[in-house]
């Protein structure tokens, strides 16, 4: 079963104009890849060029902020959900 | 456990307070000891546009004693599909003079003290210090770092939230024990990696939900009731409805409140988040005037306009072709070698990004519109709406 991911809309666009995406991997960042591999123009929103996450792009596993377990490295399991939430400053 | 002084030093309400918060006072969790901890208690809200707007309007309602106002801005056209503590009859006012009526006309009682400045590195200490907790209503990454580091250093509450679009974020930083906002994102984006609301929308009714949360955590922490937002991030997205919260954790490795170097507050520059723009002073620029010029004596001009289309179909400049920044990259082929390009967009962002790509693909005749189809339309076409 794949892992659901969950984008804001403000990167919906380079993801084909979708918030929820599936996709399967054994870690956070074999999802990313996956999901890169997929939209490209979404791949550079979530990671830069060495492969690692921005740091203001969060990812939430199953609510749980990736940083604090084992960054893109962390394993995921099936039917986990996976958000990606970036700052934003708008008032 | 309330914010503020022991119940005993707290203000007694008078006849007419007990009759206006009447609702506040059956609510056993409230009462009469509650609405005197709101009586006493001194907010300060930092901008008075969209979130700053419910906010300063319920914790008035709500009776707090004291609101200061930290803002700089006057009241323009494109604030009022949101900011609704600003009328129509007030364009072109200082906010804080247009938040002061409104604010006196729903609650006479509360003390409104206006600050008509930025928040920076020089004031915040000074302007939180007095406060008893923060509500931070700004729209810019600058702002927020500066208004959390200061609440770090002074132990105060920050009631955060933000927005883009159709989405926000709320949470409550800065308490004794739980997380600040360097601990969810430690450092500022770099200009341009996240629009602002400016150059990306927002949705009206957007802030009003958000802000309305930071009013109900504010009022929480005054009264010292409920599970603050503490800890928790809120995620709302308005176009699904649908509110989720992640944890947040305190990093014990944060800068401002795990190891503590930062001491002092740091000023990001006005870049960061005010507009998404990176240093575009390198870019060839061409004048409206100019430009006009050029168009009217026949020049050979590919006119480029890069936004939108659903800003295309706001207004336009004669003679443009529209081919938005997204996917210029596919128009590059369709560029006129022979003709002198200029590009064009809102204010003048997105088209510097443009001329970038036109130089690196080769071409060297090509310029960014000064001030973008705003400028043209306050000088050259005022038939061209603004937006």
């Known amino acids: 079963m794949p892992v659901t991911v969950r984008i804001p809309t403000v990167l919906a666009r380079a993801a084909g104009g979708q918030t929820t995406h599936e996709a399967s991997g054994a870690t956070v960042g074999d999802v990313v890849d996956a999901i ?39 394993p995921v399991a099936d039917g986990a959900e996976l958000v990606v939430v970036p700052a934003i400053a708008g008032g | 456990m309330p914010l503020g002084r022991p119940d005993a030093a707290l203000p007694q309400l008078s006849q007419e307070e007990i009759l206006r918060y009447g609702r506040h006072l059956i609510i056993p969790d409230v009462g009469v000891t509650g609405q005197r ?28 004693g004291t609101l200061g106002i930290v ?31 409104r604010i006196h006309d729903v609650n006479p009682n509360v003390k409104v003290v206006g600050y008509d400045t930025r928040l920076d590195a020089s004031n915040a200490l000074d302007l939180v210090r007095g406060y008893d907790l923060v509500v931070d209503g700004t729209d810019n990454f600058a702002a927020r770092y500066l208004t959390n580091d200061a609440c770090v250093l002074l132990g105060k509450p920050n009631v955060y939230g933000s927005i883009f679009r159709f989405e926000g974020q709320a949470s409550v930083f800065c ?4 997380p600040c906002f360097r601990c969810l994102h430690r450092d500022p984006p770099p200009p341009g990696a996240i629009p602002s609301c400016a150059e990306g929308g927002v949705l009206g009714v957007l802030p009003g939900l958000l802000g309305t949360i930071q009013a109900t955590e504010a009022v929480k922490l005054i009264t010292g009731i409920g599970q603050p937002l503490v800890g928790r991030l809120l995620l709302v997205d308005a176009l699904q409805m649908s509110f989720r919260t992640v944890k947040l954790r305190r990093d014990p490795d944060c800068p401002a409140c795990g190891k503590r170097t930062i001491t002092s507050l740091v000023e990001y ?9 990176a240093d575009d002073s390198d870019v ?44 210029f990259a596919e128009a ?19 088209s510097a990004r443009a001329v970038r790509q036109l130089q690196a693909a080769g071409f060297t005749r090509v310029w960014n519109l000064a001030g973008g189809i705003e400028r043209w339309s306050e000088e050259i076409d005022p038939t061209v709406p603004r937006y």
């Not at chain 1, 740091?55 to 604090?68: G, S, T």
């Not at chain 2, 001194?42 to 979130?51: E, H, I, S, Y």
């Not at chain 2, 960061?272 to 723009?277: A, E, I, Q, V, Y």
Request: net charge negative; glycine share 12%.
């Open chain 2, 175 to 178: 308490t004794k024990d739980g």
């Open chain 2, 332 to 350: 590059l082929s369709t560029v006129d070698l022979q003709r002198d390009v200029v590009v064009y967009c809102k204010v003048g962002g997105r």
């Open chain 1, 36 to 74: 890169a591999a997929r939209h490209p123009g979404l791949g550079a929103r979530l990671r830069d060029a060495e492969g690692q996450p921005y740091p203001y792009v969060v990812f939430y596993l199953d609510d749980e902020d990736i940083r604090f377990q084992r960054g893109f490295g962390t």
């Open chain 2, 284 to 327: 060839p620029t061409i004048e409206p005037a100019e430009l006009e010029e050029r168009i009217r004596r026949g020049d050979a001009i590919d006119l480029i306009d890069v936004r939108e289309p659903n800003e295309w179909e706001i207004g336009r400049i004669d003679g443009a072709r529209l081919a938005p920044i997204d996917r």
């Open chain 2, 269 to 277: 520059t006005e870049l960061c988040g005010l507009t998404s723009h």
């Open chain 2, 71 to 101: 803002e700089f801005d006057t009241v323009a056209e494109t604030n009022l599909q949101r900011q609704i503590l600003h009328g129509t009859k007030d364009v072109g006012r200082k906010k804080l003079d247009s938040a002061r009526d």
């Open chain 2, 37 to 64: 901890r709101l009586k006493d208690a001194r907010v300060l809200m930092v901008g008075a546009g969209g979130l700053g707007s419910p906010i300063g309007l319920y914790l008035a309602a709500a009776g707090v």
